[in-house]
């Protein structure tokens, strides 16, 4: 069933007249459009597509099925256009992203269109939780990109260079490997800078017996790739050898465990069990990994907090890591495809810690 279908459905299950999809992942799940600027609405026969003419020739040739119509005409706004195709149309319901769409726009539709607006925050995302086959293969690939990349950056890393560079190349390399060329934020710091979570890389320079953490991913027909490896530079420290085995074995508690049917918020308590007894089980994040696709963070989240029971096909990240402020961190990351009775990891890089 094509996606825009699937919402078609949606909409006469409920007795919806129209869907307007302004968030930009769900505007590509819905039509495969790659650009910016650009909004859907989707009633139960028709798809229009609004965007401007910087990408009005893109769209006939990305998605013909649509009606492309320019919305960007002066004085008007997208309100407009949308008062327009609720007359033509004789819409008396629209769904719309309630957790997504600004109040601005909100109120702009409130005001010329005599239309019912319907809160459907979250609807598409709970349709792109199971991935199809080709959504598979193309993280499959993505996370190959990833790995291939992990091969090359690490003769990059040696005491001087800095953690810019290093993601400047990192980024590169997965380019060269085959990416998209729309990457987002990686992950790449260093030394006692490895505690935080979501550090920015800096111009620090990496120094001997630095951990360098390098959490990060690359785009593959727009499909998302997440992984983690942290290494050491030099000779590690009996305490690095040490921290580091028991983030090892908390990832691989975590994916013993990982199958189809098992809930969401088992993993987080599964990561602490080899964890029981030390001095680490405090410095630890709760929130242990999400699925992932056209975006990086997806329902549902590994986490106490969700209840949701995974369900075969969907491609979640396993993330547990150990925080020590002003020593460092480590965390070891995988991407999973979740399987009865089991998983596949797209991710071939070895969990083994790496001195260089």
Same mark, same amino acid.
């Given at each position: 069933?094509? /996606?825009?279908?699937?919402?078609?459905t949606?909409?006469?299950?409920?007795?919806?007249?129209?869907?307007?999809?302004?968030?930009?992942?769900?505007?590509?799940?819905?039509?495969?459009?790659?650009?910016?600027?650009?909004?859907?609405?989707?009633?139960?026969?028709?798809?229009?597509? #609004?965007?401007?003419?910087?990408?009005?020739?893109?769209?006939?040739?990305?998605?013909?099925?649509?009606?492309?119509?320019?919305?960007?005409?002066?004085?008007?706004?997208?309100?407009?256009?949308? @008062?327009?195709?609720?007359?033509?149309?004789?819409?008396k319901?629209? @769904?719309?992203?309630?957790?997504?769409?600004?109040?601005?726009? =909100?109120?702009?539709?409130?005001?010329?269109?005599?239309?019912?607006?319907?809160?459907?925050?979250?609807?598409?995302?709970?349709?792109?939780?199971?991935?199809?086959?080709?959504?598979?293969?193309?993280?499959?690939?993505?996370?190959?990109?990833?790995?291939?990349?992990?091969?090359?950056?690490?003769?990059?890393?040696?005491? %001087?260079?800095?953690?810019?560079?290093?993601? @400047?190349?990192?980024?590169? *390399?997965?380019?060269?490997?085959?990416?998209?060329?729309?990457?987002?934020?990686?992950?790449?710091?260093?030394?006692?800078?490895?505690?935080?979570?979501? %550090?920015?890389?800096?111009?620090?320079?990496?120094?001997?017996?630095?951990?360098? #953490?390098?959490?990060?991913?690359?785009?593959?027909?727009?499909?998302?790739?997440?992984?983690?490896?942290?290494?050491?530079?030099?000779?590690?420290?009996?305490?690095?050898?040490?921290?580091?085995? =028991?983030?090892?074995?908390?990832?691989?508690?975590?994916?013993?465990?990982m199958?189809?049917?098992?809930?969401?918020?088992?993993?987080?308590?599964?990561?602490?069990?080899?964890?029981?007894?030390?001095? *680490?089980?405090? *410095?630890?994040?709760?929130?242990?990994?999400?699925?992932?696709?056209?975006?990086v963070?997806?329902?549902?989240?590994l986490?106490?907090?969700?209840?949701?029971?995974l369900?075969?096909?969907?491609v979640?990240?396993?993330?547990p890591?150990?925080? #020590?402020? /002003?020593?460092?961190?480590?965390?070891?990351?995988?991407?999973?495809?979740?399987?009865?009775?089991g998983?596949?990891?797209?991710?071939?890089?070895?969990?083994? #810690?790496?001195?260089?």
């Amino acid at each position: 069933m094509k /996606n825009e279908t699937k919402i078609q459905t949606f909409l006469a299950e409920q007795h919806l007249d129209a869907f307007f999809i302004a968030k930009r992942v769900n505007v590509r799940f819905a039509s495969g459009w790659t650009g910016d600027d650009s909004y859907i609405l989707l009633t139960q026969k028709n798809q229009y597509f #609004l965007t401007d003419p910087r990408y009005t020739e893109q769209a006939n040739l990305e998605i013909p099925d649509y009606n492309i119509i320019n919305w960007r005409l002066p004085g008007k706004t997208v309100g407009d256009t949308v @008062a327009q195709l609720v007359q033509e149309n004789n819409l008396k319901t629209i @769904a719309f992203e309630s957790d997504y769409l600004n109040f601005d726009m =909100y109120d702009d539709f409130r005001e010329k269109s005599n239309v019912e607006l319907i809160k459907a925050g979250g609807i598409i995302d709970k349709m792109r939780i199971i991935k199809t086959p080709a959504e598979i293969q193309n993280m499959r690939i993505a996370c190959d990109i990833s790995c291939r990349a992990f091969e090359r950056i690490l003769k990059d890393i040696h005491v %001087g260079v800095t953690e810019k560079e290093l993601a @400047a190349k990192l980024s590169l *390399y997965m380019v060269e490997e085959g990416a998209d060329t729309q990457p987002y934020g990686n992950i790449l710091i260093s030394g006692a800078r490895t505690s935080l979570l979501h %550090g920015i890389p800096s111009k620090k320079a990496i120094e001997y017996g630095d951990f360098v #953490l390098m959490d990060y991913g690359c785009q593959y027909n727009g499909y998302l790739s997440d992984m983690t490896r942290t290494v050491v530079v030099g000779k590690a420290t009996a305490k690095q050898r040490e921290v580091y085995e =028991y983030e090892k074995r908390s990832l691989e508690a975590c994916e013993e465990i990982m199958q189809a049917g098992v809930s969401a918020k088992e993993f987080y308590p599964k990561s602490l069990e080899p964890l029981k007894g030390t001095n *680490y089980a405090d *410095y630890t994040y709760a929130n242990i990994g999400h699925s992932i696709g056209l975006f990086v963070h997806e329902l549902p989240y590994l986490s106490t907090q969700f209840n949701d029971i995974l369900e075969e096909n969907t491609v979640i990240t396993i993330e547990p890591g150990i925080y #020590l402020p /002003n020593w460092g961190g480590i965390r070891i990351e995988d991407q999973v495809l979740v399987k009865k009775g089991g998983f596949e990891n797209m991710i071939s890089t070895p969990h083994d #810690l790496i001195e260089l």
